[in-house]
Every structure is written in C-alpha cells, then in structure tokens.
C-alpha cells in the first residue's frame, strides 16, 4: 500500500501544470477603438470606429498561451466631421469598398508585470499585413456585473506608421510640413464577456 501510494504521489507532483484556459468575447456596447493624428503639424485630431469584434482566450497561469483576435468595421469611422469621415472611407485613405475591415491576430503575448502585457501580432489595414507590438493594461480582475456575467477589462495603446499600409495621401502646406501626420496613436478600451 505504501508503495502504491508513493508512486501517485510521485506521478502527481511530476505530472504537468495543466493551464485552465477562459475564452472571452468583446462586449460591442461597452468597447471602442480610437485613434489620433497630427493634423497641420499643430494639433492632433482624434476618431473612433463604433463596430468592433473580437475573441480572447486567456491563460492566468502562462500568459504565453493566451491570444487575441479582432475585427474593426472601417465604414463604422467617426471623427465628428462627416465630410472628413468621407474622405477617410474614400480610395485615398482606407478605401473601405474594397478592404471593408481592419483585423489584428496575436502571435505572442508576453506578461510584463502586474496587470501589463506586451502583445506582439499581425495587424492588417488596406490590404496590408504588418508586424506590431502593442502594449495591454489590465485584464487581471475579474468583475460580474448585475446580470450575471463574468467581465474583464483592457486598454491597449500602440502606434503605426500610417504608409506601412499603403496609405500615402497628403498634401503640402505653405508655410512647411504636410497636412496629415504619418503616426497614427491607437488606443482601444475593451470590455469582454466570459463565454
């Protein structure tokens, strides 16, 4: 009996770390994704898209084997100027007819510290697929709200160099530099439903 009873215990503290994963879903009414860029070279004018998608699968225990995945409805941009917004979902921007989403895929995820991620992907705009890190805050606490549902929250912060997507449209101005700027600073606030 003895024996037996060593040799389960050897097996079980030899066996594996098994990582419970939870799968989450973006929560559409309580998320958006923003983005601002220089306008003039003076100020910086900001926008957002209203129609966003996305699926998470978390691992608490080894981050490494978490993943993100979203999808952003180009046509859903907003920068409070309809004109602008036109122009924006035309051929010389995002040219939405054509490439109607922007969509993000994780290929790694790197725990930095206390509720702080870095997570590296492939982000596709305009029919261009690029390499780009963005940088992920909170995520580690777990609220349910009236209803039942089990929730996490998260920002995520990055910046891309617009041309890296084939989109060049610019113009000059008189008195020097360009009428918009080539960063595009990006910051999303998520709210995602345990599924």
Same mark, same amino acid.
């Given at each position: ?14 066996? #594996? ?26 100020t ?18 080894n981050p ?32 939405? @007819?054509?490439?109607p ?12 510290? #206390? ?21 992920v805050?909170?995520?580690? @606490?777990?609220?349910?709200? #009236? ?15 617009r ?19 080539n ?10 439903v345990?599924?």
């Amino acid at each position: 009996m003895r024996v037996y009873f060593s040799l389960f215990l050897l097996l079980t503290l030899a066996a #594996p770390a098994w990582s419970a994963t939870a799968n989450f879903v973006l929560d559409q009414a309580h998320s958006s994704a923003n983005f601002s860029v220089r306008h003039l070279m003076i100020t910086n004018v900001k926008g957002t898209f209203s129609e966003l998608q996305g699926q998470v699968v978390l691992d608490d225990k080894n981050p490494a084997n978490s993943t993100f995945s979203a999808s952003i409805g180009v046509a859903s941009i907003d920068t409070g100027i309809a004109d602008r917004d036109d122009h924006l979902r035309s051929p010389d921007f995002f040219n939405v @007819q054509k490439f109607p989403t922007i969509d993000f895929k994780s290929t790694s995820v790197k725990k930095l510290g #206390p509720a702080l991620y870095q997570v590296a992907g492939n982000l596709t705009i305009h029919g261009t697929t690029k390499p780009v890190q963005l940088q992920v805050e909170g995520l580690d @606490q777990e609220v349910k709200d #009236p209803w039942g549902n089990i929730k996490r929250g998260a920002r995520i912060t990055g910046a891309i160099d617009r041309r890296d997507f084939g989109m060049t449209w610019n113009k000059a101005v008189e008195t020097g530099g360009v009428v918009v700027g080539n960063e595009v600073r990006l910051e999303v606030e998520l709210q995602l439903v345990k599924k």
